[in-house]
C-alpha cells in the first residue's frame, strides 16, 4: 500500500501546474508571432536633408513619375530623388528660376513645374528640355509668380498664380481666366491660388488664399 503526504501532494500539484503554465506560456508565445505575422511592418522614419544632397531643406510640393522617381520642389532647384541619390536642376541647367513651388507629372510622363519669377516650366518625358510658359509668351496668364500646376487627362492645365486668380491653358495654349467676382458665391473666392488637387468625380478641387 503506498501512501501519500501532504507535502507530497503538495510538491505533485507544484509540479502540474508549473507544467501546465510552461504549456500555456508556450501557447500565447506562438499566438502572438503567428498574429504578429500578418501584421505589416511599422513604416520607419527616414530624414533626408542638405547633408544627403538635397539643395534645400525647404519642400513645397513631392509627385511621383512613372518610372517611380520622386520629384521634388524646393526653394533652390527642381529635384529628382531615385531611391539613392539627387539629380538637382538650378539656374544656368535649364530652369529660369530656382524657387520652385510647385511639380507635378502629366499622363505623358512630363514634368510640370510652377516657380516664383519665372511662370510655368514643362520639363520633357526624356528629361532634356524645359519649355517655358510666362505672361510674355502665354496671353492671360498675367502673373509669372505661381503656386500651383495641375495637368489633367483632356490635355488641359490648371495653374494658380499668386495674385491674379485661376488660369487653365488647353492643349493649343489657349488661356481661359477664372477670378472673384463680388457677389457671386459660385465665383472663386479668392485670387491666391494656393493649391490644386483631382475630385475622385473628375471635379477640380482649388485652394485659395
Not at 533626408?48 to 513631392?62: M, R
Not at 491674379?164 to 491660388?193: E, W, Y
Request: glycine content about 12%; cysteine-free.
Amino acid at each position: 500500500m503506498r501512501t501519500t503526504s501532504v507535502g507530497d501532494a503538495r510538491g505533485n500539484n507544484g509540479r502540474r501546474l508549473e507544467k501546465w503554465l510552461w504549456i500555456n506560456l508556450w501557447l500565447a508565445f506562438l499566438f502572438a508571432v503567428d498574429a504578429n505575422a500578418g501584421l505589416p511592418e511599422t513604416p520607419q522614419l527616414r530624414q533626408l536633408t542638405v547633408a544627403d544632397g538635397l539643395p534645400s531643406n525647404i519642400i513645397y510640393k513631392i509627385a511621383q513619375d512613372q518610372n517611380g522617381f520622386l520629384w521634388l520642389a524646393t526653394a533652390d532647384g527642381l529635384v529628382r530623388y531615385d531611391g539613392t541619390g539627387f539629380r538637382v536642376w538650378q539656374l544656368g541647367e535649364g530652369l529660369r528660376e530656382n524657387e520652385v513651388t510647385w511639380v507635378e507629372v502629366d499622363a505623358d510622363n512630363q514634368v510640370w513645374v510652377g516657380t516664383l519669377g519665372a511662370g510655368v516650366a514643362l520639363l520633357d518625358e526624356k528629361r532634356e528640355q524645359f519649355r517655358y510658359f510666362d505672361k510674355q509668351s502665354a496671353s492671360g496668364l498675367d502673373d509669372d509668380d505661381i503656386l500651383s500646376v495641375l495637368p489633367t487627362e483632356d490635355g488641359a492645365v490648371w495653374i494658380g498664380p499668386v495674385d491674379a486668380g485661376l488660369r487653365r491653358m488647353d492643349r493649343s495654349g489657349r488661356i481661359t481666366r477664372f477670378v472673384p467676382q463680388p457677389g457671386n458665391v459660385r465665383s472663386l473666392p479668392g485670387k491666391s491660388v494656393t493649391s490644386l488637387q483631382h475630385g475622385p468625380d473628375g471635379g477640380l478641387w482649388v485652394g485659395t488664399d
